[in-house]
């Protein structure tokens, strides 16, 4: 009788590891996917693919708007940028009319108020739906990894050096909150993966 039970508990044990290992695969299929994809800067006319020029980077993934309360936000931003960039950390911003029309501008009017108001020099991308049916694949690859899309402008992804959306910051969360800082903080200290 001990030996069945002992049988049942190593199979039992086995099942779990190998629902275990499955998650992990799903999970870095997503890591691997999530960046997969291409983008018009603002200021450029040639899209850039995401995978391919920030892989190994830590990445905070902002929705932005002009005309939001919220717009204040583009200043830490640009300071949280500036900070970690050296220690392979970029912000990118993803311009968005979703809310309420508060990103009515062209690309060209947007860039000019990112770069003469705030001095914004992180990499912000072409204008683009975050939310919906019509999200971009980028924007429904969010929000199916962490089960939270955007619920206003300035929402933030943190994605590790791997591709995984590691935390999620709404709107209210401003850019120099201790609990994003420590964030960010902790994916650079972590271990770059050898490629």
Same mark, same amino acid.
């Given at each position: 009788?001990?030996?069945?039970?002992?049988?049942?508990? %190593?199979?039992?044990?086995?099942?779990?590891?190998?629902?275990?290992?499955?998650?992990?695969?799903?999970? %870095? *299929?997503?890591?691997?996917?999530?960046?997969?994809?291409?983008?018009?800067?603002?200021?450029?006319?040639?899209? *850039?693919?995401?995978?391919?020029?920030? %892989?190994?980077?830590?990445?905070? *993934?902002? =929705?932005?708007?002009?005309?939001?309360?919220?717009?204040?936000?583009?200043?830490?931003?640009?300071?949280? =940028?500036?900070?970690?960039?050296?220690?392979?950390?970029? *912000?990118?911003?993803?311009?968005?009319?979703?809310?309420?029309?508060?990103?009515?501008?062209?690309?060209?009017?947007?860039?000019?108020?990112?770069?003469?108001?705030?001095?914004?020099?992180?990499?912000?991308?072409?204008?683009?739906?975050?939310?919906?049916?019509?999200?971009?694949?980028?924007?429904?690859?969010?929000?199916?990894?962490?089960? %939270?899309?955007?619920?206003? =402008?300035?929402?933030?992804?943190?994605?590790?050096?791997?591709?995984?959306?590691?935390? =999620?910051?709404?709107?209210?969360?401003?850019?120099?909150?201790?609990?994003?800082?420590?964030?960010?903080?902790?994916?650079?200290?972590?271990?770059?993966?050898?490629?």
């Amino acid at each position: 009788m001990f030996v069945l039970a002992e049988q049942i508990m %190593t199979s039992k044990l086995l099942k779990s590891f190998a629902f275990v290992a499955l998650l992990g695969t799903a999970a %870095t *299929v997503l890591a691997a996917g999530l960046l997969d994809v291409s983008y018009r800067p603002l200021s450029g006319k040639s899209p *850039v693919n995401l995978k391919e020029k920030y %892989t190994g980077q830590v990445l905070l *993934v902002v =929705n932005t708007a002009s005309k939001c309360g919220y717009t204040p936000q583009y200043e830490g931003l640009e300071a949280l =940028n500036q900070r970690y960039a050296g220690k392979g950390f970029a *912000v990118l911003g993803f311009p968005s009319n979703d809310f309420k029309g508060q990103e009515p501008g062209s690309e060209k009017e947007i860039q000019e108020f990112c770069t003469l108001t705030y001095g914004v020099k992180f990499p912000m991308f072409e204008k683009v739906s975050v939310i919906g049916e019509n999200a971009t694949p980028l924007y429904k690859a969010l929000t199916e990894a962490t089960g %939270t899309a955007p619920g206003w =402008n300035f929402h933030k992804y943190l994605i590790s050096r791997d591709g995984r959306v590691v935390a =999620n910051f709404p709107s209210k969360i401003k850019p120099d909150d201790p609990a994003l800082v420590a964030a960010i903080e902790r994916e650079l200290a972590a271990p770059r993966a050898k490629r």
